[in-house]
């Protein structure tokens, strides 16, 4: 079956330090990789994506993504972390074939303290 | 201007009632969603459209009717209400037909409580 896990639960991290929120899928045949945020209380947002090309990926609110082919792994990186960065982050993928759906890890809290 | 809009964004209801929840997007994009977010944030598809026909429809309860009168709108139509229907359902909404790449616009959610 296909899956996407994001191992943490949380995340607790200090303002100002760097930030890792791991994501590892196992779907085959090259999926799209995606990440989005979602803050208290509203819809999720659009973070970044790895379509093809460089493995560092770059997006919104100074995130970035590294896609690792051989270990299907696709953690998102901040070299700085904000207190306002504190929210829910989901990894997602999208299979190449076989339809339209996008398949979502359980979400990581991050929680960056002052 | 919200690019996807969802009404109502409370909806408290006892056992067994029917309720509907309305969503819009105004992107011009062909294909619509509905995910339901349980009590543990998990995000579960429900249901896609793509030009008002419907192209994923996941084990749901068929107590659950999406509804897509044209490609801006996806309404979903809930019927015999169930304490386990409780959860966050987000419409959401994506440019093209079927293209995997393309990112996914979510709607600000409707928090259903089912009493």
């Known amino acids: 079956a296909q899956s996407v896990a994001q191992p943490e639960d949380q995340v607790n991290v200090a303002e100002g330090n760097p930030l890792t929120v791991k994501c590892t899928y196992s779907v085959s045949g090259n999926p799209y990789l995606f990440w989005y945020v979602q803050y208290p209380n509203r819809g999720l947002q659009f973070l970044l994506k790895y379509i093809t090309g460089d493995n560092l990926v770059k997006g919104s609110y100074g995130f970035e993504a590294e896609f690792n082919k051989s270990q299907t792994s696709f953690h998102l990186k901040k070299p700085s972390a904000l207190v306002s960065d504190s929210a829910l982050y989901f990894c997602a993928v999208s299979p190449r074939t076989g339809g339209f759906k996008t398949i979502f890890g359980a979400g990581t809290r991050l929680f960056v303290k002052a | 201007d919200t690019a996807v809009s969802q009404t109502p964004k409370y909806l408290v209801t006892q056992m067994g009632n029917d309720k509907s929840i309305k969503c819009e997007q105004n992107l011009g994009h062909d294909t619509m969603y509905w995910y339901k977010q349980d009590s543990k944030k998990f995000l579960k598809i429900m249901f896609s459209?793509?030009?008002?026909?419907?192209?994923i429809n996941e084990t749901v309860p068929n107590r659950f009717s999406p509804k897509s009168p044209d490609k801006a709108h996806l309404n979903l139509h809930i019927n015999s209400l169930e304490l386990g229907d409780s959860a966050v359902y987000f419409c959401?909404?994506?440019?093209?037909?079927?293209?995997?790449?393309?990112?996914?616009?979510f709607g600000p959610g409707t928090r259903l409580t089912v009493l």
């Open positions: 959401a909404s994506s440019p093209t037909s079927g293209r995997p790449t393309d990112t996914q616009y």
């Open positions: 459209y793509n030009n008002k026909e419907l192209i």
